[in-house]
């Protein structure tokens, strides 16, 4: 049995008092200890920010991989080896700033790995500037007289791309988003969970009370997961703002499509000799 | 009499008329007939019109690149005859179409040649469609040259097999057509002919489809790669075998995915590459800087064109170079080979899936479009006796017993166990950071250069033999001159020496794979002993050799650079070094 503690990495995080990546990082691993994924089967994959950090604090396999693109080599970690649970995090400027591509790419695909976005709305390690999520006329140290451009709405673009498991989830409420992270890795194919997470240093704007004042839980209110449609309607609301599942709907995964990683992933394959005559008789 | 199977041959006509699948299969008879055989593609980058060529030379003896003038010229279009008659050799035929270009005689304006004009589109129609009067021309080429028909019968059997017997038969009869028409003008009296030679099947195959063969030998198993001129085929021919092989070969939202991609296949164990040219190279920059401290093993191969930007998408260049040593900031080891024709492809592909993970760094395999897309004739690789090696990764049994793994450990050189996700006691994180013996991120003074050195250190343990340049023509102490090349410029090169050696002229070629690690004490120690020394590339800057210098402190005084996009020609090599030396 995983237990949470046999998941401390015995480093310290690096994070300001207050961060939401503490609660993240306690979600995920409460969620890791639930489903009882050895340790060594676990890889946390990330880009650069802040939360990007998070494969340092937690004792699994990790991939600190570039900024904006803990996508690809999640993708390629699963591809390679599909025993594996994968769990790629990164921030809302990596994911859905520089790695907005990838992103949508993603949801399309619906290969079976778990993508959290610790959704801030601001850039933190680069001291504070405007992120694709922060909202319309905030001001940050590089939008000082207000952000001009619109911000995106990314569950409603995860929605619209495909993906088959879309959720939200609050730092400030780890049994929730322990709930959701565990059902996002349970779930098969892609798992969208973006959380809203305040950053106590660049956006005291945005502080836990507004969170908690604002957030209201989807299945309390009856909403189905299983109507795309509604959940599209629950992405859009802005006076209140809704966590739990949008939407889940089971899907064949990409590597349904691939047959010869049924019984053994593709890294265990033997490869000390290959016979190419397959291929090289057509050059004959 | 006729020249016993040497011959050069070239068609010519717009994108989408065939014009490259029927050079491929005038190239494959003559193999089929047990010659040498070299092929080239010429064409700009559009999908209808403009003027495509394929040009082919075969000869008895082995051949590295397009020889002489062609001495056959099929003209699918009005202006491949324009352009390219003036370019037969005297004696030569030409073939088109009489039904579309009736006033080819007055267009060519040559006497000294055979005007093999032929209604092909009727010819083809009757055949059983008019698409096919490329085919009746094929049939055209083979009659002037007397070849055994069942050999072409075979080839389009092959070549067409899974569209059906239905069209097979009317190709057939297609280029029986053409064939018969041929020779009943040509009548055995044409200047060359081809007679059938015994001996063991060869290959006719491209840098791109060797290197693919290099990769499956060496057991790729995961292939991300965004489509790019001239790299794409490696996509295409992946992809068709991914059943075949037990390969996932994933197209990407672009290069960026791809590298990032394959760095995390390879960290979880798979033997992982992609292809691309200078532009998506370029966006893989970050992530090669990324494999180089993380050591995860990768393999890319770049095809290069002419640049820089876009440039000349389907043209040739080999001024990527110095690029391909200094992509990504910062200081890692990387490991550069440029291979010089497809047997070296193979061997090289296969090598740097060896060496990726022995050394754990990105291996840069540099190809060139004419490196990529030429054909030639070579021994069967399945002959090559190359192994797969995996260096330091370690067995899911001797992880199970592992205590407090390390995955950079300082070893003494510089290369430590790896292990894989999956395996027990292994967990660590592979970081874009800087970091310590464990993986955990570092910004310390001297563990930094702690693991910088390490890293570096792993490039001397490939042996100089292995990296070693090939010498070929005359001996060190008999040579007039020695010339340098790298990459694809060995194939014209070497034909060079050949036309010097009728010249008079002793030379010797210095034909260098590995930019990095450089093989610094032999390449010195043979320029240091020559009474002359030259450098040929396609490049306008000569960086090879500023790396020669860079590496040896020998500076090559005199460089041929060529940078029209073009490749080298032996004539034109042979000219010029002859100049250089003195001799007409």
Redesign the interface.
């Known amino acids: 049995m995983v237990t949470v503690s046999d998941l401390n990495s015995g480093h310290a995080p690096t994070w300001c008092p207050g961060c939401g990546d503490f609660g993240i990082l306690i979600a995920l691993k409460g969620a890791l200890a639930k489903l009882g994924i050895p340790q060594h089967d676990t890889v946390v994959v990330s880009g650069v920010g802040c939360g990007s950090k998070l494969p340092h604090f937690i004792k699994t396999y990790g991939f600190e991989g570039l900024h904006g693109r803990s996508i690809p080599p999640a993708q390629g970690i699963h591809l390679a080896n599909n025993k594996l649970t994968v769990v790629a995090v990164g921030g809302d400027g990596d994911g859905y700033g520089i790695g907005m591509g990838h992103f949508l790419h993603a949801m399309r695909r619906n290969m079976d790995f778990t993508y959290i976005v610790q959704n801030n709305e601001i850039y933190g390690l680069t001291t504070g500037q405007t992120s694709p999520t922060t909202k319309q006329g905030t001001k940050t140290r590089s939008t000082p007289n207000g952000a001009i451009e619109r911000e995106i709405n990314p569950i409603l673009m995860s929605l619209s791309a495909g993906a088959t498991f879309v959720a939200r989830g609050f730092s400030g409420d780890i049994p929730h988003l322990a709930d959701m992270i565990s059902q996002g890795i349970a779930h098969r194919g892609i798992a969208h969970i973006d959380v809203f997470q305040p950053c106590t240093t660049w956006r005291k704007d945005l502080p836990y009370d507004l969170y908690q004042k604002k957030i209201y839980k989807l299945d309390a209110e009856g909403h189905d997961p299983s109507n795309l449609e509604a959940a599209m309607k629950r992405a859009q609301e802005t006076e209140r703002w809704p966590i739990g599942v949008f939407y889940k709907t089971e899907k064949p995964i990409y590597t349904d499509e691939i047959p010869f990683i049924n019984d053994s992933p593709l890294a265990k394959h033997d490869i000390s000799s290959t016979d190419i005559s397959k291929y090289i008789e057509e050059f004959m | 009499m006729a020249d016993v199977n040497r011959v050069n041959f070239l068609i010519g006509g717009p994108a989408g008329a065939g014009v490259a699948s029927v050079g491929l299969l005038f190239a494959k008879c003559l193999q089929r007939s047990g010659l040498e055989v070299f092929g080239a593609n010429d064409y700009p980058s559009l999908i209808k019109g403009g003027h495509n060529i394929y040009a082919v030379s075969a000869s008895p003896q082995p051949i590295f690149s397009l020889l002489g003038k062609p001495d056959i010229l099929i003209a699918l279009d009005k202006k491949t005859v324009e352009v390219r008659a003036s370019e037969l050799s005297a004696g030569g035929a030409l073939i088109y179409d009489s039904s579309k270009v009736s006033t080819a005689k007055e267009i060519a304006k040559r006497q000294d040649i055979t005007y093999v004009g032929a209604p092909l589109s009727q010819m083809a129609a009757a055949a059983g469609g008019e698409i096919m009067f490329n085919t009746v021309a094929l049939g055209a080429a083979m009659g002037i040259l007397g070849l055994d028909f069942a050999i072409i019968e075979n080839m389009m059997a092959k070549m067409w097999a899974r569209k059906g017997q239905k069209v097979v038969d009317s190709n057939i009869a297609a280029a029986r057509a053409g064939y018969d028409f041929s020779k009943s003008i040509v009548n055995g009296s044409f200047k060359a002919k081809v007679e059938f030679v015994k001996r063991e099947?060869?290959?006719?195959?491209n840098g791109n489809?060797a290197s693919?063969?290099g990769a499956?030998?060496?057991?790729c198993?995961?292939v991300?790669e965004y489509p790019m001129s001239p790299s794409t085929a490696i996509l295409h021919?992946m992809a068709g075998?991914e059943?075949?092989?037990?390969i996932?070969v994933?197209q990407?939202?672009?290069e960026?995915?791809?590298?990032?991609?394959?760095?995390?296949?390879?960290?979880?164990?798979?033997?992982?590459m992609t292809a691309t040219s200078g532009g998506g190279f370029s966006l893989m920059s970050?992530?090669i800087g990324?494999m180089g401290i993380m050591e995860t093993p990768c393999v890319i191969f770049n095809s290069q064109r002419a640049g820089p930007s876009t440039g000349l998408p389907t043209y040739t260049e080999q001024a990527d170079l110095l690029f391909s040593l200094h992509t990504s900031q910062g200081e890692f080891p990387r490991v550069v080979i440029a291979p010089g024709d497809a047997t070296e492809c193979y061997v090289e592909a296969f090598n740097a899936f060896n060496i990726a993970e022995l050394l754990q760094v990105p291996v840069i395999v540099l190809l060139d479009k004419y490196l990529s897309e030429s054909s030639q004739t070579v021994e069967?690789?399945?002959k090559l006796p190359l192994k797969?090696e995996r260096g330091k990764l370690m067995s899911d049994e001797k992880m199970e017993a592992a205590a407090a793994f390390k995955r950079y450990e300082y070893t003494a050189n510089g290369i430590s166990n790896r292990c894989?996700?999956?395996?027990?006691?292994?967990?660590?994180?592979?970081?874009?950071?800087e970091h310590d013996e464990t993986?955990?991120?570092s910004e310390e003074g001297p563990e930094r250069v702690k693991q910088i050195d390490k890293r570096a250190t792993k490039l001397s343990v490939i042996p100089e033999v292995f990296i070693a340049p090939t010498f070929y023509g005359a001996s060190l102490a008999l040579a007039d001159i020695t010339i340098v090349c790298w990459g694809s410029t060995k194939g014209p090169a070497l034909e060079a020496l050949k036309l010097l050696e009728q010249r008079g002229v002793a030379a010797r070629l210095m034909h260098i794979r590995y930019a990095s690690p450089f093989p610094a004490a032999t390449v010195l120690k043979n320029l240091k002993a020559s009474k002359n020394t030259v450098i040929l590339e396609g490049n306008s800057e000569a960086q090879m050799r500023a790396l020669i210098l860079q590496k040896t402190g020998y500076y090559i005084e005199k460089a041929y650079l060529r940078y029209d996009a073009r490749p080298f020609t032996p004539e034109e090599i042979a000219a010029h070094i002859s100049q250089l030396v003195g001799r007409k």
């Open positions: 099947k060869t290959l006719f195959i489809e693919v063969a499956i030998a060496a057991g198993k995961f991300a021919l075998h059943l075949d092989f037990g996932i994933k990407t939202e672009d960026i995915a791809a590298a990032n991609m394959i760095a995390g296949a390879a960290f979880a164990g798979a033997r992982s970050e992530a990324m069967d690789f399945r797969v894989l996700p999956g395996q027990k006691n292994g967990m660590h994180v592979c970081s874009s950071y993986g955990f991120t």
